[in-house]
């Protein structure tokens, strides 16, 4: 084997590395994902306790 051919020795070591940040960075966009997942539903939750009290209270002032 030609010298140009042998792979470098750090060759695992570099390969493992770039496999662990590709890793942490899908880690990162599923947790940024799963963050917004969240906002939404405490958004919509309280959007619709909201809107369920204003129907209560419109329903108890115009009861006869």
Do not use: C
């Not at 070591?13 to 770039?18: G, H, S, T, V």
């Not at 662990?20 to 899908?26: C, G, N, P, V």
């Amino acid at each position: 084997m030609t010298p140009e051919a042998t792979p470098p020795e750090d060759a695992p070591a570099q390969a493992l590395e770039n496999l662990e940040k590709s890793l942490e960075q899908a880690r990162l966009a599923q947790e940024t994902k799963d963050e917004r997942q969240v906002w939404y539903f405490l958004a919509y939750f309280l959007f619709g306790i909201h809107f369920l009290a204003f129907v209560m209270i419109y329903a108890v002032r115009h009861a006869k």
